[in-house]
């Protein structure tokens, strides 16, 4: 089925001096402006084409990639306020319109915002908003502890990062519980780690993180045993580094180092480590 708002594969068609018309099925015919042609394409192929309106309101498909989709969450700068509203950049030649009646908060060109895109069913136009609590789901969450789920960067607080978990509720993850880097717009996955009375859910990154950490001492411990008693390895380290050497982020790395360091198996040199 071909959609507004998502990233269709369609047939070409035919081509005219315009560009090339694509196969939209009940949308009929959709054009690919000219400028996006490539010599690959041909007549009858499939190319993969994000379906929006144009700036004159004309059905249009693009080649370009849009940072997001429809019926998602994602973090756009502001580039321009107008009568009408504020304008995100989001990856395509049109930029993305948050009405005036759907900002709960004065934009500011420049500035990053935290935005719902969806298609407008009135005017069939996709908008954004960042009204977010109409865009999420009422009631308890149906989650058990453990339970695999996709999640949203939201945006950071006191104690870590607010996110949206499935598309549909609040979530939270802790700094303290934070083993690899994120930042506000990414999707990621997560494990429930409990449903809260405020019906919120706590969520962690990496399944049994304690786990993580003892298992990723044994390994540090056993490596710098292999290399003689001392292992190049320190604070100065890239995470690209430990990522490479011990498949864990630099977080785990630095909490299995100190584990190491407290039970006095170890000692911290500027360096590396090496075996008391």
Known sequence: MIEIGYTNRM???????????????????VLLPKRFLTPEMKE???????LYFDSEDRLTATIQHPYTEINRFAYLECVAVTSMGAFLSWGLDKDLLVPKSEQKDKFVKGKKYFVYVYLDE???RIVASNRINRFLQPGDPEYNEGDKCEIF???????????????????????????????????????????RDDMRID?????NSAKLVDKTEQEIYARI?????????????????????FQ?????????VGGLYKSKLIEI??????IV
């Open 203 to 207: 969520i962690m990154l990496e399944k």
């Open 153 to 195: 960067i939201a945006q950071p607080a006191d104690l870590g990062y607010k996110v949206i978990v499935d598309n549909a509720h609040w979530g939270m993850v802790y700094f303290s519980e934070l083993f690899r880097e994120v930042k506000p717009g990414d999707y990621t996955y997560g494990f429930v780690k409990k449903v």
């Open 248 to 256: 864990v982020s630099k977080k785990v790395f630095k909490k299995a």
């Open 11 to 29: 047939k070409i068609v035919r081509f005219t001096p315009n560009g090339a018309y694509l196969d939209g099925e009940d949308l009929g015919e």
């Open 122 to 124: 009135v005017s069939q």
């Open 44 to 50: 009858g192929a499939e190319i993969s084409a994000f």
């Open 225 to 245: 045993k292999e290399c003689g008693g001392f292992l190049p390895f320190s604070d100065k380290s890239s995470p690209e580094e430990i990522q490479k050497e």
């Open 269 to 274: 040199t500027n360096n590396g480590l090496k």
